[in-house]
């Protein structure tokens, strides 16, 4: 069993940064591909990145592309994204999200989730 908490949401103004990270409860942390996934209202659960299980492969949606950054510290038990230059359409919750499959952006395929942190972005 893991059980994921995320941290470091809250109220940016566009072009703004913030960090997540999500700290995750047991042993096997390094045994697990990691997600960051967001829900923006009235719409579909999205992936946004995803990280191998040594942090040296990622994933990323092309909407955040080359502005959030995904990274794991397997010492510490700790995945984190890094978002900058945030805009208005960035606004979600965020989940972290863990599988023992694969790296992968499907939603199905991780067994566990976070509570979300939300993140607004003001115009």
């Known amino acids: 069993q893991v059980q994921l908490v995320e941290s470091g949401g809250g109220l940016v103004q566009a072009g703004g940064s913030l960090r997540l990270s999500c700290k995750t409860s047991?042993?096997?942390?390094?045994?697990?591909?990691m997600g960051w996934f967001r829900r923006a209202p009235g719409k579909e659960r999205e992936f946004v990145a995803g990280?191998?299980?040594?942090?040296?492969?990622?994933d990323y949606a092309d909407s955040v592309k080359g502005r959030f950054t995904i990274s794991r510290d397997n010492a510490k038990n700790t995945v984190s994204l890094q978002m900058n230059s945030l805009k208005p359409e960035d606004t979600a919750v965020y989940y972290c999200?863990?599988?023992?499959?694969?790296?992968?952006?499907?939603?199905?395929?991780?067994?566990?989730w976070g509570q979300g942190t939300q993140v607004t972005v003001s115009s």
């Open positions: 990280i191998s299980r040594s942090g040296g492969s990622t």
């Open positions: 999200a863990a599988n023992h499959r694969w790296r992968t952006s499907d939603y199905q395929i991780y067994d566990y």
């Open positions: 047991g042993r096997t942390f390094s045994s697990y591909y």
